[in-house]
């Protein structure tokens, strides 16, 4: 009998967006529409729920099969162990190509690693104080080399060394956006393994905070429905918000702060934030 011909395999995860946030779940105000081309052409799933809501243990799970508190990535942060397998490993007798593009999160940001090491394409330099090792501070994120090629010049620092703040990046035209610049590598990397069967994990940080970009504006704030306890959040000086802002400063480091991060006091800057 003859071989049967393996499937290519393509994961693309994007970050901080909820099941609610798209059409095929019943949103009608958000366009999505490369989404919902993909939801009419697949499976749905409607009770499918993450092991984790918080990144690096979400991701963890995804990328071994493993309960975090199992893996060892209980909170963001937690580099994965080099003795657990992700799937790529899993498949290393499969004859797969493998490449891994965007965000890890799972410790050494640039470097690659887990069975992706044929092709990696990094795009965030905000973890280093999570590194494993001292040298791997100064390895430049594929993200940051296109931009330097482009012409631009990193605008922030973190643990000593020269980074583009996420601010900054989110400004950028459309063309020098992260999402461009990963779809760009992507093409390219099916183009160029076209032939062979392929394993490819894509990482979006969008919809991620900072709420800037090329599609800043497509929505009218006037227009936006805020959910009923919008004004009800913890103020500034409750204690409950203040562990929350320590724990997220923690994870992201202070020099992410934005202007997207003030304290809301108004309807009106609600709207303004969700459109």
């Known amino acids: 009998m003859p071989t049967p011909k393996r499937p290519n395999i393509l994961f693309i995860f994007t970050d901080e967006q909820r099941q609610d946030t798209m059409r095929v779940y019943g949103n009608r105000k958000i366009k999505t529409p490369n989404l919902d081309k993909l939801a009419r052409e697949s499976v749905v799933f409607t009770q499918a729920y993450v092991t984790q809501p918080v990144c690096t243990p979400s991701r963890s799970s995804i990328l071994t099969g493993l309960y975090p508190h199992t893996n060892g990535c209980i909170e963001n942060n937690i580099p994965l162990k080099k003795e657990i397998p992700t799937i790529a490993e899993m498949m290393q007798g499969e004859d797969y190509v ?5 965000k890890w999160h799972l410790g050494d940001e640039e470097i690659p690693q887990h069975g992706f090491e044929r092709q990696w394409v990094s ?37 000593g060394h020269p980074v583009f703040s996420r601010g900054f990046a989110a400004r950028l035209p459309e063309k020098y956006s992260k999402p461009a610049f990963l779809a760009g590598e992507v093409c390219q ?12 994990y894509l990482n979006f940080l969008e919809p991620h905070m900072p709420f800037f970009g090329a599609y ?20 500034p000086d409750s204690p409950i918000r203040h562990r929350y802002m320590v724990q997220y400063y923690r994870d992201h480091g202070w020099r992410d702060r934005d202007d997207a991060h003030g304290t809301l006091k108004t309807e009106w800057e609600w709207r303004y934030l969700i459109s």
Do not use: C
């Open 123 to 159: 795009i965030e330099e905000h973890y280093k104080n999570h590194y494993t090792r001292e040298d791997y501070k100064t390895v430049k994120a594929s993200y940051r080399l296109f931009l330097e090629k482009h012409g631009f010049m990193p605008d922030a620092e973190n643990s």
């Open 189 to 200: 990397f099916i183009r160029e393994h076209r032939d062979q069967p392929f394993l490819i």
């Open 216 to 235: 800043d504006g497509m929505y009218n704030p006037e227009d936006i429905e805020l959910p009923k306890n919008f004004d009800a959040l913890p103020g």
């Open 98 to 102: 493998k490449g891994y593009f965007g």
